[in-house]
């Protein structure tokens, strides 16, 4: 990550975002880039977008939604027809029983729309609640490693995160007693990511409810980032939504980039209490008013052409499913190289904490070999605070991810074998 405090001449940062970091992800896919542009044929298994295009039905809603006018400022917190499909789904996912908890135990009131304030992306909506929760003194606990913004978001709050790093014999994931442990008398808040970017570690109903337990006793703010709930590969993943005792401390972020390939329309949402959502309305009317009109519509048929969607959604996570499996068959295979078992999302995490490196940064040190002598790039975990491991995105044709994978594989072997 680059710190923008490299001063010019021409230019200082201020105070704002003299600590600020580029993201990580975005520089590996732009050095990937060059060399493609060099001729180079590169795989690019760094960036989390997924490779397929957005469904058909969307796209024929958006191009009727432009005709039909839909070309002008929307309301600041989005139109009310989405607004009103997120609440009912959250509605449905929160009332219906589930496995893991006891609808007795759980709010029995409906999500409203006056909760849910639509955002340009779940980016938008996650620091739009940083920035209305937490402020200068406060401390957010970040299960770590996580995706790379969370840190980035609560210092532009003026808030410190607190990295909480999960253990590898439990895939990177943070208990509540962890979480305890790290908490001080300014602990504000917590962000939980399941599945997690970049491990794709899914939290079980238990793990979950724990961590909501504890922070519902301290009175913590809990921003649940679910922006890849419905991209699991063997049970559901429980949502905050399912599992809270109260919803009153509770933020829920999703959006459609992941689950439907809508990355560019860039359409995501916040559920939180209604005085949330008018504070974070608020900011929204003096930075960037309304998301895009026309992706707005573009969601609400995501969401309201609901058998299409599912068909969709379904299509595209089964041939994740497949990616994932080809990729665990391969890296079983693979003596010695340690990685988080995926139950969803769409990344896997490699320990390559056994490469040689002069800095201790093994993670950066693969990545530049794999990229630079086997054409192949994957992103360091030194950019979610665990510079051990690499991830690589199965988001990306079939035979690129089997031909990155192998090429991974061997690049491993080279250097641990070298080393060893
Ligand atoms: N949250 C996580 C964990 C992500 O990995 C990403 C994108 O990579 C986002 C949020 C942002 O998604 P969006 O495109 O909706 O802004």
Redesign the pocket.
């Known amino acids: 990550m680059t710190d923008l405090a490299v001063r010019s001449r021409a230019y200082t940062p201020s105070a704002n975002v003299s600590q600020l970091k580029e993201s990580a992800?975005v520089a590996v896919s732009a050095r990937a880039k060059a060399l493609r542009a060099s001729g180079r044929q590169v795989i690019d298994l760094g960036v989390?977008?997924p490779d397929f295009d957005t469904p058909a039905f969307i796209r024929r809603a958006a191009q009727r939604a432009i005709d039909a006018g839909a070309t002008r400022y929307t309301a600041m917190e989005g139109i009310l027809p989405l607004r009103q499909a997120i609440a009912r789904d959250a509605t449905e996912l929160a009332l219906a029983p589930n496995p893991w908890s006891d609808p007795a135990d759980r709010p029995s009131a409906p999500v409203t729309e006056g909760q849910v304030v639509v955002?340009?992306?779940?980016?938008?909506?996650?620091f739009n609640a940083c920035f209305v929760l937490f402020g200068a003194g406060d401390e957010v606990l970040v299960p770590t490693p996580?995706?790379t913004?969370?840190y980035e978001m609560i210092a532009l709050a003026r808030a410190t995160a607190v990295p909480v790093l999960g253990e590898p014999e439990r895939g990177l994931k943070v208990t509540a007693e962890q979480l305890a442990a790290s908490a001080t008398p300014r602990t504000r808040g917590v962000i939980l990511?399941s599945p997690?970017?970049?491990t794709g570690a899914v939290y079980s109903g238990e793990e979950l409810a724990a961590i909501l337990e504890l922070a519902a006793a301290r009175d913590w703010w809990v921003i649940s980032?679910e922006?890849?709930l419905q991209i699991t590969y063997d049970a559901p993943a429980p949502s905050a939504l399912q599992l809270a005792r109260s919803r009153d401390r509770l933020v829920v972020?999703?959006?459609?980039?992941?689950s439907h390939a809508?990355?560019g329309w860039?359409?995501?949402w916040a559920i939180s209490p209604p005085a949330v959502a008018r504070a974070m309305t608020a900011l929204q009317s003096h930075t960037t008013s309304n998301a895009a009109a026309v992706s707005q519509h573009a969601a609400l048929a995501a969401l309201t052409e609901r058998d299409e969607a599912e068909v969709a959604v379904r299509a595209m996570v089964d041939r994740f499913r497949t990616r994932r499996d080809a990729a665990i068959a391969m890296l079983r295979e693979a003596p010695g190289l340690r990685f988080v078992h995926p139950d969803g999302?769409f990344y896997l995490y490699l320990d390559v904490g056994q490469v040689p490196t002069a800095d201790g940064d093994a993670g950066t040190a693969f990545a530049r070999y794999v990229l630079d002598r086997h054409d192949v790039a994957v992103v360091p975990g030194s950019a979610f605070l665990t510079p051990r491991w690499v991830r690589l995105a199965y988001a990306a044709p079939d035979d690129q991810v089997a031909a990155g994978l192998s090429r991974v594989v061997a690049a491993y072997g080279d250097l641990v074998g070298a080393a060893g």
């Open positions: 992800t989390g977008e955002s340009t992306g779940s980016k938008q909506s996650l996580s995706w913004s969370y990511n997690c970017n970049p980032d922006i890849y972020v999703n959006g459609v980039a992941k809508m990355t860039r359409i995501g999302a």
